[in-house]
Structures are given as C-alpha cells and as structure tokens.
C-alpha cells in the first residue's frame, strides 16, 4: 500500500497573519481573505520540514486545503514559488461552503479509496486537527488554529 503525508496550506505552509484580519469580523469576509494568497510568507519552519519529509521517496507528499478551487491557479504559483513540489493538491469544490474538517474528511476518504494510507498530517486548524486523529492519524498542529 502507496503510504503518504498530508500538509495544510493556510496557516500551515503559507503564514496568513496579514489576512487573518479579514475572518475578526461578523461575517468573516472570505472572499477577502482568500484575495492576497499569492503574497503570503512562507512558514519556513513548517516548509523546512516539509522539505526534509519530502525526500523520503517512500510516500507521497499530499497538499489538502480548505481554500476554494477557483484559487488553484494562485495556490499553485504560490507553492512553485516557494520550491514546494507535492503529488496532489486538493481543495474546496467552488461554492461548498461546509466547515473545513468536512472538506476534509472527504477528501480523506477518497484518499484511502484509492489505496493509499496516509501516516502523517500536519495542520493547524482545531476542529481539522481532532477530525485526523479521530481517524487513527498522527497530526503535527503546527498553530494555534481556533477559527
């Protein structure tokens, strides 16, 4: 069985301190939030490791991200950008609006659908972080993620 490792995008791999203040208001202002992505700083902590993880050729590096798929392009240039390479990226179907560890799961589902076992995921969102343990996988929570 194909083993891999999952990294969240937001908050995890790219530091989104100059767009959280988009999500302080009621109601978060999403599209906002999601407009800067290509200008974020790399977490390079979080980057070195994945960078360290990433030549273990026995598993599959695996980007999930709760930012919604019209931002793929974006998402992409940000990733080559900051000389991450990855086997898959998914994210959020344009327009569902359900809360991230949802997205999530989902996606994890299909990941496991296909064979292939994930061992590792590093996150920084609570209700993310509980939903991977909930399903026997070691999470890394890399930020305080009460959002």
Known sequence: ?????????????????????YLTNNPKDWEGFFQGIIHDKPNQPVITLYKIIANDKDH??????GRPDKYKNESIAWLKKHGISYDFLYMRKHG????????????????????????????????????????????????????
């Open 96 to 147: 569902d609006r359900r809360a991230d560890y949802l997205i999530k799961r989902e996606i994890l589902n299909g990941i496991i659908a296909e064979g292939i076992e994930v061992t590792l995921t590093i996150d920084d969102r609570n209700s993310v972080v509980q939903m991977w343990r909930e399903h026997g996988i070691t999470c890394l929570q890399c930020a305080d993620g009460d959002f």
């Open 1 to 21: 069985m194909q083993k891999a490792i999952i990294f969240d995008l937001d908050g995890t791999l790219a530091n989104i301190e100059s767009r959280r203040a």
């Open 60 to 65: 599959k590096m695996i980007i999930v991200s």
